[in-house]
């Protein structure tokens, strides 16, 4: 089963287009989990207008921000591999087919697919999200430097018992999301471009640099987060070794 987990706020201009993309790859027995932090406009009308059994929306009773409200959609998902999804994106024809692809080895505990990106009239802007970022794989690779676009990430349920309650220290529920995965296994990187990206100035998460006092004190938080959680990221990964044993 997959859970497609979506943190909303105000985004009835692109939020129809979205839901259509995702909808039409997923099968009935999937779900899309989406966690509206209160919105003002049509966003909610737009959702429900869709009458589609396999969305399962919630709203908050007050506005949480962008990482709790991320944070508590993925409380909400049920299914076996969770894709992290934008309001304002759209997936290309394939990508849960190749993602899922990809998670067939079970050493894999996340999936990162490239982008394309674009502007809010959905002009290209950039033909690879992996070639503005030097993205690749790699704990320590993405500490000094976070690779990890949510929007482009499927994980395994596992990853959420060491990853949850997301620490609010760190920078990004992305970055942290994907190097809790890849502290219990392989995330895979495809050169594949499966998403429409895009960058249109009201975005949620921002590209943009932070000052080098920012950076360090996040980065000490982090690494002290990736030390706390290692006795769950032992546990979990002793659990899938027995499972596996068992399977055979």
């Known amino acids: 089963m997959i859970s497609v987990c979506m943190a909303t706020y105000n985004g009835e201009k692109y939020i129809e287009k979205q839901m259509r993309s995702i909808l039409s790859q997923i099968s009935g027995e999937d779900e ?12 909610i009308e737009i959702i429900k207008s869709l009458r589609d059994p396999r969305i399962r929306v919630e709203i908050n009773e007050k506005n949480q921000g ?7 959609a993925l409380t909400r998902a049920k299914g076996d591999i969770i894709f ?3 309001q304002d994106d759209e997936w290309m024809p394939g990508k849960v087919e190749a993602v ?3 998670f067939q080895d079970a050493g894999t505990m996340g999936v990162v697919t490239d982008a394309v990106v674009v502007d809010a009239e959905d002009k290209i802007i950039n033909e690879s ?3 503005i970022t030097g993205s690749r794989s790699g704990v320590l690779k993405n500490y000094i430097h976070n690779s990890y676009l949510g929007c482009c990430l499927a994980f ?3 990853v959420l018992q060491p990853a949850l309650p997301i620490p609010r220290s760190v920078r990004t529920h ?3 999301l994907g190097i809790v995965a890849n502290m219990l296994g392989d995330v895979v990187f495809l050169d594949e471009k499966l998403l429409r990206y895009k960058r249109h100035g009201n975005n949620a998460s921002q590209m943009h640099r932070f000052g080098m006092g920012d950076v360090i ?7 002290f987060h990736m030390v706390r959680v290692q006795p769950t990221i032992y546990a979990v990964r002793q659990a899938r070794i027995r499972k596996g044993e068992n399977a055979k």
């Open 32 to 43: 899309v989990v989406i966690q509206d932090d209160c919105s003002s406009d049509n966003t």
């Open 66 to 72: 962008h990482i709790k409200n991320f944070e508590i």
């Open 84 to 86: 992290l999804s934008d």
């Open 100 to 102: 899922l692809r990809a």
């Open 129 to 131: 999200y992996f070639q």
């Open 156 to 158: 395994r349920r596992e």
């Open 174 to 176: 992305d970055g942290w």
């Open 217 to 223: 004190k996040r980065r000490l938080s982090l690494a």
